[in-house]
């Protein structure tokens, strides 16, 4: 972290809120931890001089309070939440939670503004403008693209409980009605007349999780990058179409009739199974945990000067509360006393690994995804 970036991080324009540069004070002193001893000094005397201006700011100015002009408390406060399309059955029962909290500890109606879709395309869209307050995306990869975009700081992980992963799922599945090629985990999938869906990883953020789970299915039990790559590449050569994102899969494979096994997500069949539609399913024994974040963005909540609510409201997706909703639409909840309640639910992986068991999420776009990475190599092994 250079003396530079620390002072634009302070000082975002003239029209920062002393709340704002308190609040952006805080983290960066918190995350001092992670500094070398060397710079140390240097950064708490930046810190110092921009302590120095909060305090005079707060002294010289009359601050409004969140969400409206200054002198008493509006009567509501905005925000905006925007996710990724499966999320919604959980989020339409937590947020009158929260709401409700809310106001008897603040005397504050708080109106949660919602926006649903896929995952990269919410991402793009809160890049291009959309001013989201709090983001749920599918992956950690899609939150640092808006890091990387200026509208969340560095650290995000850390600002949250379980390093901001705010529920889980592992991948699952799908088969035609009775099973009938007998498929019972990832091998199966390397059958010659087994036809595997899954939507294209270059254009869909979810299906990264099926390339990496069956890549994972290998070399997380002792095998080679060489025999990951050869099954993963036996696997893709079964798959009749590439769909763009994990709807046009679904279609490709219950609409169109094509293949014999949809790579899916354990919440979206156990959701699906909620709303009447039982769909017959595998949870391989060897799975990636599919682990989904949460984040304030910090230029958006500085900006509608939202940042104490929209925080508060982060928290509360980690109380028990939140974390039964969503493990009641299906998605694996971090609370160990959900955890617990609801452990007949959702069936023990016997080894579940993870995105930094495999490098973490820059290296796996590395080695994976980035244009002549693995994914293209086995495209133009099998030529599609």
């Not at 001089?49 to 002009?69: D, K, Q």
């Amino acid at each position: 972290m250079s003396n530079r970036s620390v002072l634009a991080r302070l000082f975002r324009g003239k029209g920062d809120r002393p709340s704002a540069l308190l609040s952006r004070l805080s983290r960066l002193l918190a995350r001092l931890k992670h500094v070398g001893r060397p710079g140390r000094r240097s950064l708490l005397f930046l810190l110092g001089l921009g302590l120095s201006a909060a305090i005079a700011s707060c002294a010289g100015s009359s601050t409004a309070p969140e969400g409206g002009a200054a002198g008493d408390a509006p009567s509501s406060v905005e925000i905006t939440l925007v996710s990724y399309a499966v999320t919604q059955a959980a989020y339409e029962q937590i947020i009158p939670q929260f709401a409700a909290q809310w106001q008897a500890e603040h005397n504050q109606e708080v109106i949660v503004n919602q926006s649903y879709g896929g995952s990269g395309s919410q991402t793009r869209a809160i890049l291009d403008g959309l001013e989201a307050d709090v983001v749920a995306l599918a992956l950690a990869l899609d939150t640092k693209r808006l890091e990387e975009g200026g509208l969340i700081e560095p650290g995000w992980e850390q600002e949250a409980p379980n390093d901001s992963i705010v529920h889980k799922s592992v991948a699952v599945l799908v088969t035609r009605d009775g099973n009938p090629k007998n498929v019972q985990g990832w091998a199966d999938l390397a059958k010659d007349d087994v036809q595997v869906v899954t939507a294209n990883p270059k254009t869909s953020g979810g299906a990264r999780w099926n390339f990496m789970a069956l890549w994972g299915a290998i070399s997380e039990v002792g095998g080679s990058d060489e025999a990951a790559l050869d099954f993963t590449t036996q696997v893709f050569s079964s798959v009749p179409v590439l769909p763009k994102d994990a709807r046009e899969a679904t279609d490709v494979f219950f609409t169109q009739g094509q293949g014999d096994v949809l790579i899916n997500y354990e919440n979206e069949v156990i959701l699906a199974g909620l709303q009447g539609q039982s769909l017959p399913y595998v949870v391989p024994d060897v799975n990636i945990s599919i682990d989904n974040p949460i984040a304030v963005v910090d230029v958006n909540v500085d900006k509608h000067n939202t940042r104490d609510v929209s925080e508060a409201f982060v928290q509360f997706l980690f109380t028990p509360e939140a974390q039964r909703e969503f493990a009641k639409v299906g998605f694996r909840p971090v609370n160990e006393t959900v955890v617990a309640e609801f452990a007949d639910n959702f069936p023990v992986i016997n080894q579940l690994f993870t995105v930094d068991d495999l490098g973490g999420w820059d290296a796996v776009q590395e080695k994976f995804f980035d244009d002549e990475a693995i994914f293209d190599q086995i495209q133009a092994s099998i030529g599609q």
